[in-house]
T-cell receptor, first 114, second 116 residues
Framework: DQQVKQNSPSLSVQEGRISILNCDYT??????FLWYKKYPAEGPTFLIS?????DKNEDGRFTVFLNKSAKHLSLHIVPSQPGDSAVYFC?????????????FGTGTLLAVQP | SAVISQKPSRDICQRGTSLTIQCQVD?????MFWYRQQPGQSLTLIAT?????????ESGFVIDKFPISRPNLTFSTLTVSNMSPEDSSIYLC?????????????FGEGSRLTVL
């Protein structure tokens, strides 16, 4: 059972436009969410996170929105740049437990066209 | 942040053999995590490696298949035993920097294994 879902395997956007990557989750115990970016032949790198007590977190061109009632979060990239082309993973963490392990989505491949 | 180095970066292995992946971190960390990413799949946690104690395995993963060592606070190994083509994956080592509740995971570059 996939607890974190990224239903769009790929997304293509023109340079300068907005990229919106979506993520849905099923477990209401998740209370911390993260986005990772992965280039080919590299490990995932942390991009931005949001706690469930917030509905928005912004860092430069990247903004994450959280809708707890809908169990949905999204990552907005504005403006999109060709260097943003990568696979983006959404991840969720439940509070408590010894490891607070991350549950990852399957990723969305973003292609930003020059 | 943390700098994580993994060896090998990639390998092609024969069915039935075993391969050990090494993970070196540039700072001391309590827990190290091993993930697997099968083709087209999400990153899945295999186990958590604690220094001085047995690794904790997630459902679906067992010590006989994925033995882990954690001899000190900066190093860990994951062995993929008796490999089959289904074990062809990217294996990733990671550590958490920061608090347990909000610290981010940092990942190594991954070890891409292809089993023939």
């Amino acid at each position: 059972d996939q607890q974190v879902k990224q239903n769009s395997p790929s997304l293509s956007v023109q340079e300068g436009r907005i990229s919106i990557l979506n993520c849905d989750y099923t477990n209401s115990m998740f209370d911390y969410f993260l986005w990772y970016k992965k280039y080919p032949a590299e490990g995932p790198t942390f991009l931005i996170s949001i706690s469930s007590i917030k509905d928005k977190n912004e860092d430069g061109r990247f903004t994450v929105f959280l809708n707890k009632s809908a169990k949905h979060l999204s990552l907005h990239i504005v403006p999109s740049q060709p260097g943003d082309s990568a696979v983006y993973f959404c991840a969720a963490r439940g509070y408590g437990g010894a490891t607070n392990k991350l549950i990852f989505g399957t990723g969305t491949l973003l292609a930003v066209q020059p | 942040s943390a700098v994580i180095s993994q060896k090998p970066s990639r390998d092609i292995c024969q069915r039935g053999t075993s391969l050990t992946i090494q993970c070196q971190v540039d700072s001391q960390v309590t827990m190290m995590f091993w993930y697997r990413q099968q083709p087209g799949q999400s990153l899945t946690l295999i186990a958590t490696a604690n220094q001085g104690s047995e690794a904790t395995y997630e459902s679906g993963f067992v010590i006989d298949k994925f033995p882990i060592s954690r001899p000190n606070l900066t190093f860990s190994t994951l062995t993929v035993s008796n490999m089959s083509p289904e074990d062809s994956s990217i294996y990733l080592c990671s550590v958490r920097v920061g608090s347990r509740d909000t610290g981010e995971l940092f990942f190594g570059e991954g070890s891409r294994l292809t089993v023939l």
